[in-house]
Structure formats: structure tokens, C-alpha cells
Nanobody
Framework: VQLQASGGGLVQAGGSLRLSCAAS????????TGWYRQAPGKQRELVAG???????NYKDSVKGRSTISRDNAKNTVYLQMNSLKPEDTAVYYC??????????????WGQGTQVTVSS
């Protein structure tokens, strides 16, 4: 069971990116999922989260610029980021509770995808 994060890249300030987090392996579904980011020299922080039912929450600095969504049929969660700023530059990670046939959910981290915003 693993999470594959993708969609990062280099973009100019004001641009957009859509990150994807896809779960693979023997899973039933992914439950609560969050996108985190870690900039050099800083702690990892939650950017946005979404429950299986679609309830969302956002870090204040990305509210109005970012949208987290999910496609439960594809076991994939997305983070659409618009009006990107240089301070959004970081490695972005997804984290999810994955439901499998085993006991209890597995909490899994994806491998990270680099987002770089140039000024």
C-alpha cells in the first residue's frame, strides 16, 4: 500500500498547479487525507485536509487560493493551487488514513513533490 504524489513543478508567481495523491495496493478506500508542505529550515505544516465525506479545512494563508478535492472511485485526492506565491515554495506531501482488509486504518505518507514558485 502506498501513496504516490505528483504534479509539482516550477511555476511563476500567480500561476497554478494541481497536485495529485493516488493510493495503490490492496485497499478499500482512503479516509481522511491531508496535504502538508515543508520548506527548507521549517517544520512540516498542514496545508489542507479533507475527510472521506468531503469536509475540508485549510491553512489560513492558502484559503481562497487552494481547493482540496477527492475522487473516491479513483482513491485519489487533489490539491488545486492558484495564485501561487514564492512563499508557497516547499516539498508537498500527502498523508492519508488508508482502509485495508487488516485491522485499523494505516497512516501513510506519500513521497513528496517539489513546488517551486519564482518571483
Amino acid at each position: 500500500v502506498q501513496l504516490q504524489a505528483s504534479g509539482g513543478g516550477l511555476v511563476q508567481a500567480g500561476g497554478s498547479l494541481r497536485l495529485s495523491c493516488a493510493a495503490s495496493g490492496s485497499i478499500f478506500r482512503i479516509a481522511a487525507t491531508g496535504w502538508y508542505r515543508q520548506a527548507p529550515g521549517k517544520q512540516r505544516e498542514l496545508v489542507a485536509g479533507i475527510t472521506y465525506g468531503g469536509t475540508t479545512n485549510y491553512k489560513d494563508s492558502v484559503k481562497g487560493r487552494s481547493t482540496i478535492s477527492r475522487d473516491n472511485a479513483k482513491n485519489t485526492v487533489y490539491l488545486q493551487m492558484n495564485s501561487l506565491k514564492p512563499e508557497d515554495t516547499a516539498v508537498y506531501y500527502c498523508n492519508a488514513d488508508v482502509i485495508t482488509s487488516g485491522p485499523g486504518p494505516l497512516n501513510i505518507w506519500g513521497q513528496g513533490t517539489q513546488v517551486t514558485v519564482s518571483s
